[in-house]
């Protein structure tokens, strides 16, 4: 998470203040209701992996950061009514949180995935804050979406705050990492064989279980 440092600059404290309340939010809040928990995570897990284009966006400015962000999480916000109907459409077992890995880890080694990864972390800009949020915003939500829908369904199925908060710190880290430029092409592809690798023995040992008929505890999926 070095280039989340950045957010320790001046210009971006207010960002900064935003990504604290957020995981404030996280830490007090039922992970059983998917607005609350889908917007803080877009600002608390999202936004310190984008550190490098929110700079360039502020320019020294802390209004202009302000502004990229909310172009960024707007976008989040947005890709939350996919996300959300995915949710609902399925009864998450851990049969299927096991899936929602497998999906992930399978993403991460396509050639759109890597493309628009790196372009959510690009520092290319043309003077407008706002809209320089809402595409890096597009870009991040397309390389990372199956990734938070697959956080999202494991947080919500812990039925304890503390391990589930610590799922997000470790997918936050994991984030900041897949978007450092020094990340190559052959680390990323590592990272999605291990999904896969683990998300399977997850999925065969599930399939095998008794808890796979069941709900999980936790999963309402509240709206409100």
């Known amino acids: 998470m070095i280039e989340a440092r950045a957010l320790l600059r001046p210009a971006l404290l207010p960002v900064l203040v935003a990504v604290v309340v957020a995981w404030v939010v996280l830490a007090v809040a039922p992970m059983s209701n998917f607005w609350v928990m889908w917007l803080a995570m877009a600002v608390a897990m999202m936004i310190p992996s984008s550190t490098r284009p929110l700079a360039r966006a502020a320019s020294g400015s802390a209004v202009r950061g302000l502004i990229f ?19 609902r459409a399925v009864t998450w077992t851990p049969t299927w949180i096991a899936v929602s890995w497998i999906v992930a880890g399978a993403y991460q080694l396509t050639p759109v995935m890597r493309r628009h ?29 199956p990734l938070m829908v697959a956080v999202s369904v494991t947080a919500m199925a812990v039925p304890q705050l503390w391990p589930a908060l610590v799922i997000l710190v470790v997918m936050t ?52």
Request: charged fraction near 10%.
């Open 69 to 87: 962000s909310s172009g960024y999480v707007a976008v989040w916000a947005a890709a939350g009514i996919p996300a959300l109907l995915i949710l």
């Open 117 to 145: 990864l790196t372009a959510c972390s690009g520092i290319t800009f043309h003077g407008d804050p706002l809209r320089y949020g809402i595409r890096q915003g597009f870009r991040c939500a397309i390389s990372c979406g």
């Open 173 to 224: 880290a994991f984030i900041c990492w897949e978007k450092r430029s020094s990340t190559t092409v052959r680390a990323l592809a590592v990272s999605g064989l291990a999904m896969l690798m683990i998300a399977g023995v997850a999925w065969a040992i599930a399939g095998n279980g008794s808890s796979a008929s069941h709900d999980m505890p936790g999963m309402s999926m509240s709206a409100r």
